[in-house]
């Protein structure tokens, strides 16, 4: 059976609540790349999430080749903007990310060098993808079901509520995990995992 992380994490990539809870994330390894402005309209997103998935199946390709098969995770965004008020408000040309996908433990900075060598050879891209570890530890996260631009209450409501609530107070980058596939899945029915590293 290939890897599959979204089974032997199943917490963190397959949560059933839908208002926020506390978990304590493992450090991971993702694929990574940087960029700016509207995701929905940047050409430069485009690109970046292309490069990611270009890398990621090429891993995928070569590491089943040895026998250490492992199933593509879905694509993950960490998103930060000067104004905390441009993610509520959805101002989304002034948002900065990251944009991720997991890597299963085996996979070193060797394999990105084999896969960066593989995708400029191939499919022409040259794309400034890295290998990064993150160690998020505590966070809080829940499961946000509909359109992404309906996210705003849900997280108006973690840093106005549930944070003071609980004592605590944001330490890292707004994390998502997007379970579905927009251009397949209707708004509505999208599922995301929110998550916010806390302390």
């Known amino acids: 059976m290939p890897y599959d992380l979204k089974k032997d994490l199943k917490q963190f990539y397959a949560p059933k609540n839908t208002d926020w809870a506390l978990v304590e994330v493992p450090e991971q390894r993702f694929l990574a790349i940087d960029g700016q402005g509207n995701p929905n309209t940047a050409e430069s997103y485009k690109r970046a999430v292309e490069a990611l998935y270009s890398f990621a199946y090429t891993i995928k390709m070569a590491a089943k080749q040895r026998g250490e098969d492992f199933v593509v995770g879905p694509l993950e965004g960490l998103w930060w903007a000067d104004d905390y008020a441009a993610f509520t408000v959805r101002a989304k040309d002034s948002w900065q990310w990251t944009m991720l996908i997991a890597q299963p433990p085996w996979v070193g900075q060797a394999e990105v060098d084999e896969a960066r060598e593989a995708v400029r050879h191939k499919k022409k891209i040259d794309a400034p993808v890295r290998l990064e570890t993150l160690t998020e530890g505590k966070c ?60």
């Open 140 to 199: 809080a996260q829940a499961l946000h079901v509909g359109s992404y631009d309906d996210e705003g209450p849900l997280l108006a409501r973690l840093h106005d509520e549930y944070l003071p609530e609980q004592g605590l107070k944001p330490t890292g980058l707004h994390h998502e995990i997007y379970l579905g596939d927009p251009r397949r899945v209707e708004p509505a029915r999208l599922k995301t995992v929110l998550r916010q590293p806390v302390g």
